[in-house]
């Protein structure tokens, strides 16, 4: 998981609470933190990570899940669905 967030972003600190109690339980999955580290939402969408990954994005926490070969299998906002998303892609891998 990719996980885009920032620290004036309160669904994204949700999100990182929510985040870690999953993978207390799920030591296979990992996850890797964008932080858009600005104080100032317009430096933190300029900054280049938000160019490059965010452009379409329509606001974060902006996830994206890769599975373990590489292949994207979702990008979106929604936290939920990117744990569905796991639980199905593990569910085949075992």
């Known amino acids: 998981?990719?996980?885009?967030?920032a620290p004036w972003c309160?669904?994204?600190h949700q999100a990182a609470t929510r985040l870690a109690a999953y993978l207390d339980s799920h030591s296979d999955v990992a996850v890797r933190v964008v932080n858009l580290d600005s104080k100032d939402i317009g430096e933190s969408y300029s900054l280049p990570a938000?160019?490059?990954y965010l452009q379409y994005a329509p606001g974060i926490p902006w996830f994206q899940v890769y599975e373990?070969?590489?292949k994207r299998i979702y990008q979106g906002l929604d936290?939920?669905?990117v744990l569905t998303v796991i639980s199905k892609k593990r569910a085949k891998l075992k």
């Open 79 to 81: 936290l939920d669905k």
């Open 10 to 12: 309160g669904p994204c």
């Open 50 to 52: 938000a160019e490059q």
């Open 1 to 5: 998981i990719v996980d885009f967030g």
């Open 68 to 70: 373990p070969r590489g």
